[in-house]
């Protein structure tokens, strides 16, 4: 018997046309983002679900899907789903990590380069036709990256691909805080510096978030963390709306509390505050970090072997490549 499925998103066609060899699959050629409603209504019967973080999947879901045995997220990031709630019902989770930190990496680096060197708003500026005249001490001065002090604030696998890239390439000095500090061998081969939170803070030049969501890292950078800052420092978000209280960071930017920020992940996306729309000098991307083809290609690949192995429908079955909860396969028959 085929299980069946269903693929929240529209994905690349070859792709889709794996994952309808291995299920019966209800797909979203539309890609409309489903309401609670309709995502409720669509998981009825279905074994297995390829989702994004468009989706929470919660308990209450859950409980009106008891069928529901893999949610195959595509993306590193979980956050969207309750991975206790599922693993108390024996729901295996599964991610994409790893095929996405190089090109996720590259990006964080771009936005903070963008954000220290005024790309953005001066492209804007040009467009307008405000372009009238050369300037050489008064056009778009920005802060230098090669040399400066490179923060990084959770260091797993993307933020230790930053912290190569600016130790390696740039000359930077790289500083890092993280729950647990890194090994020495690994520390070393990034050329990162442990430090506590407060002195990141206070002597990055460049800080980007690179650490997962959750209620511990909510408003991880409020207004109290913005004021340690340097006054000519950047921060780049990269990791999750909710980290930073954007809120704060509008009034910090405004006020010149700090240089510059360069966000890909926001509060509430993909509505954005309407006072961050109206700043210069913060560079805005619409969560593109890992969006190169050949990643969001890998990323949907991986997911669907995760489903392949997690559904135990075929031949292929087995332990998916990336579990988020393996304890729920140990409990299987
Ligand atoms: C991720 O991989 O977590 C990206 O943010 C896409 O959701």
Redesign the pocket.
């Known amino acids: 018997m085929h299980c069946a499925v269903l693929a929240t998103r529209a994905t690349f066609p070859d792709i889709a046309d794996r994952l309808r060899q291995h299920f019966d699959v209800e797909d979203n050629p539309a890609d409309t983002i489903f309401s609670p409603e309709e995502l409720l209504r669509r998981l009825q019967g279905k074994h297995g679900v390829m989702s ?2 468009s989706e929470r999947i919660d308990a209450a879901l859950l409980d009106a899907c008891p069928q529901l045995r893999a949610v195959c997220n595509v ?3 979980y956050n969207n789903v309750d991975v206790d709630a599922c693993t108390a019902r024996g729901v295996l989770v599964t991610n ?1 990590p790893d095929v ?1 930190t190089e090109t996720t990496a590259d990006f964080g680096f771009a936005l903070m380069m963008a954000a220290a060197r005024r790309i953005a708003e001066a492209e804007h500026f040009l467009r307008r036709g405000d372009w009238t005249r050369t300037g050489i001490y008064d056009m778009f001065l920005g802060s230098d990256v090669h040399g400066a002090t490179l923060g990084i604030l959770g260091m797993g696998r993307i933020g230790q691909a930053i912290a190569r890239r600016g130790a390696l390439g740039f000359g930077m000095r790289v500083i890092y805080h993280n729950r647990t500090r890194l090994a020495p061998a690994v520390e070393a081969g990034c050329r990162a510096e442990y430090v506590d939170k407060d002195t990141l803070l206070g002597q990055s030049d460049h800080l980007v978030l690179v650490l997962p969501y959750s209620q511990s890292s909510h408003h991880a950078i409020g207004a109290a963390e913005l004021d340690r800052m340097k006054p000519t420092a950047t921060l780049t978000n990269i990791a999750r709306g909710g980290i930073v209280d954007d809120a704060a960071l509008a009034r910090a930017l405004r006020s010149g509390r700090i240089a510059a920020a360069g966000l890909d992940v926001f509060e509430g996306e993909p509505t954005l505050r309407p006072e961050l729309l109206a700043l210069p000098n913060v560079v805005l991307t619409p ?1 593109i ?2 969006a190169s083809v050949g990643t969001r290609r890998a990323m949907a690949s991986l997911a669907v072997d995760n489903l392949i192995a997690a559904l135990g429908c075929g031949p292929q079955a087995g332990r998916p490549p990336s579990p988020v909860n393996p304890a729920v396969l140990q409990k299987r028959p």
């Open positions: 994004t973080g993306g590193v990031g994409t996405l969560h970090g890992s």
